[in-house]
């Protein structure tokens, strides 16, 4: 029997295609570490982001590839690891500038307050970094900070380093808020250049190490934080939350004209508190069904999911203990857990420049 050769694994495997980027694994540099020992053979397909919800079609194809390709392969091993992919431009600065070592930035936000943006943020944080992600969350709501609630540290506050922060670090997700820093009555009546600097500090003088997602809660609305944000960072995307209600609706299409404008990719919509749970499993859509979708599909824009009103989702927030953590069995964490999943996705399409137009991000 002929000897299996490496050639005959790598042409076995330009029939596997990765299907968002709708390209080969070979030619994407995808396959690492071919190793044959007789009939045996293994090797590692390195993904776009380990929260890649097409991971199992992906290994399954693999395998289904050898077997058709290589007749003489007996045991095939796939490992499946992951390196998160980044356009930053900050990047080629990494040594002077703290986010270049941050491989993506991602902006939740809305049109309305209320929506459950933190809620969503927290919770979309904590799921990366179940995934085995390295991620981040700047808190920048500066008036009305929620991320300490959210995450049982109220009385915290983060450590120094000269005259560097180092964030909080909980359920694996990096953290800063203005709450760790002053109290709320103070930042109440800071006036917009002082939340501007506030907000770029957490950026400049804060060690965020390599991360692969930062993401940012902001404010709801589309003022001075949302322009400061998008100034200072060149953000990979947003992702707009919203309520099914029509004046949510309405306020959602506001936020996601001002992203146009400041020519930041919409990343996808996240519909919360869609429906209520009955306790049959059925859904009752109190506010009317799919109106989240459909704006998102009139819009172009990725519909993410979207999320049951919940008094676990909210005794979580209050709790300080999210939902993925608290129980992470239950349909609401993994409806979180497939959203996660689902951004992440749009965030590597967008960085292999596929599909959606590229946009050129002013910094
Ligand atoms: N899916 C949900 N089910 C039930 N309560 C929710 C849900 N999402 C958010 N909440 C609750 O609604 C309130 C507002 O949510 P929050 O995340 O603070 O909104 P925002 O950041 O948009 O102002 C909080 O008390 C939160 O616990
Ligand atoms: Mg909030």
Redesign the pocket.
Request: hydrophobic share 25%; aromatic share 0%.
């Given at each position: 029997m002929a000897n299996i050769t490496e050639r005959q694994i790598i042409d076995a495997l330009r029939n596997v295609i990765e299907p968002d980027l709708q390209r080969d694994l070979i030619s994407l540099n995808m396959v690492k570490d071919i190793k044959i020992n007789g009939a045996d053979v293994a090797f590692t397909v390195v993904l776009t982001t380990p929260a890649c919800p097409l991971k199992d079609l992906i290994k399954n194809a693999c395998v289904n590839a050898i077997k058709h390709f290589v007749k003489e392969a007996k045991n095939i091993e796939v490992n499946m690891t992951a390196t998160v992919t980044t356009t930053n431009p900050l990047a080629a600065q990494a040594s002077n500038n703290p986010l270049g070592r941050v491989k993506n930035t991602i902006a939740v936000a809305?049109g309305k307050?209320?929506?459950?943006?933190?809620?969503v943020a927290t919770n979309l944080a904590v799921a990366l970094a179940k995934t085995g992600a390295k991620v981040g969350l700047i808190d920048a709501d500066i008036y009305g900070p929620?991320i300490p609630t959210m995450f049982g540290l109220k009385n915290e506050k983060p450590d120094m380093i000269g005259k560097t922060l180092v964030p909080i670090e909980k359920y694996g997700v990096k953290l800063i808020s203005i709450g760790f820093l002053v109290d709320q009555k103070t930042a109440v009546v800071w006036r917009g250049p002082m939340v501007s600097s506030a907000l770029r500090q957490f950026m400049t003088d804060v060690v965020w190490n390599d991360l692969d997602y930062l993401l940012f809660d902001l404010p709801?609305g589309t003022g001075d934080i949302q322009l400061t944000l998008s100034q200072a960072v060149p953000l990979t995307g947003a992702v707009v939350?919203t309520t099914p209600q029509d004046v949510a609706l309405a306020d959602v299409i506001k936020a996601v004209a001002m992203f146009e404008q400041l020519k930041v990719p919409i990343l996808g919509v996240v519909e919360?508190?869609s429906y209520y749970q009955l306790p049959d499993g059925g859904k009752e859509y109190i506010f009317g069904d799919g109106g989240g979708a459909r704006m998102a599909a009139e819009y172009k824009i990725p519909f993410l999911g979207e999320?049951?009103?919940?008094?676990d989702?909210?005794l979580g927030?209050?709790e300080g203990v999210p939902i993925v953590i608290r129980n992470p069995e239950s349909v609401q964490a993994k409806l979180f857990m497939e959203t996660a999943e689902k951004l992440a996705q749009q965030i590597a399409i967008r960085n292999a420049g596929v599909g959606a137009q590229k946009v050129e991000i002013e910094i």
């Open positions: 809305s307050g209320g929506v459950g943006k933190s809620t929620s709801p939350v919360n508190m999320m049951p009103l919940s008094k989702v909210r927030g209050d």
